[in-house]
């Protein structure tokens, strides 16, 4: 089983609607939680970090919870702009001095006009 | 320089060359990071460094081998490459050691076609 899992899509929305991306993860151990942005074709790039209280960044609202291991990324007024593939991050303490991002395989976004 | 850079853009390369993958970056971070990217996988980690002088297996290392000579730089060397290591490479830093819980910034790819 994977550690990150995502439902691919694509996800194919208008401007100006509400989208809601899903996120499992395996791993009771994980600690730390984001979600990324990756365009075609260019790299990732962090959108949000995911706290355990949850947390809003504009448009975009981020939440976790613990108990079901379940992340979720709602983006509200959907934007052309918005037009990408979110990945479900999750760091994973395995006991050592290092800690591992796991990524999800993405969850593809179109917003159409 | 700004961030990260990569180089070569993209190489296609014959089955059983050398190659080496460049990665430099100037936020004196101190981990690097190198990731393969393969449709319907998702990133996977090949290998690691915490600090300039170590490095560290991931989760997919074999067939690849890094060193981190100094901070700015983190090259990724293909040995004797072999069509399945075709992929979409990037390196990534992040400003702590390793520990994953700090942003990790992205370098542009490479992307690598072996036949």
């Not at chain 1, 995911?50 to 934007?79: C, H, P």
């Not at chain 2, 059983?16 to 990133?43: E, F, I, P, S, V």
């Not at chain 2, 050691?97 to 910034?105: H, I, M, S």
Request: aromatic content about 10%; some cysteine.
């Amino acid at each position: 089983r994977k550690e990150v899992e995502q439902d691919p899509g694509p996800f194919n929305v208008p401007e100006g609607a509400t989208v809601a991306f899903n996120c499992t993860y395996s791993n009771s151990a994980s600690q730390s939680f984001f979600w990324y942005r990756q365009d075609c074709r260019k790299e990732p790039k962090l959108l949000m970090s995911v706290y355990s209280s949850g947390n809003e960044d504009g448009r975009f609202t981020a939440q976790l919870n613990r108990a079901s291991q379940y992340i979720s990324l709602l983006i509200r007024d959907s934007k052309l702009s918005d037009s990408a593939t979110y990945l479900c991050v999750v760091n994973i303490d395995r006991g050592s001095t290092l800690g591992r991002l796991y990524f999800g395989r993405g969850t593809q976004l179109t917003v159409w006009p | 320089i700004a961030g990260i850079t990569q180089a070569p853009t993209s190489q296609i390369l014959a089955a059983g060359r050398r190659m080496t993958l460049r990665c430099t970056q100037d936020m004196r971070h101190n981990a690097m990071y190198w990731y393969r990217q393969d449709l319907g996988l998702g990133l996977r980690l090949i290998h690691y460094s915490n600090t300039a002088g170590t490095t560290g297996k991931g989760e997919v290392p074999d067939g690849y081998s890094v060193s981190r000579a100094n901070t700015d730089d983190f090259p990724l060397t293909l040995a004797s490459a072999v069509p399945s290591q075709t992929s979409v490479y990037f390196c990534a830093s992040s400003d702590e050691a390793g520990l994953g819980t700090d942003t990790q910034y992205f370098g542009p790819g490479t992307r690598l076609t072996v036949l």
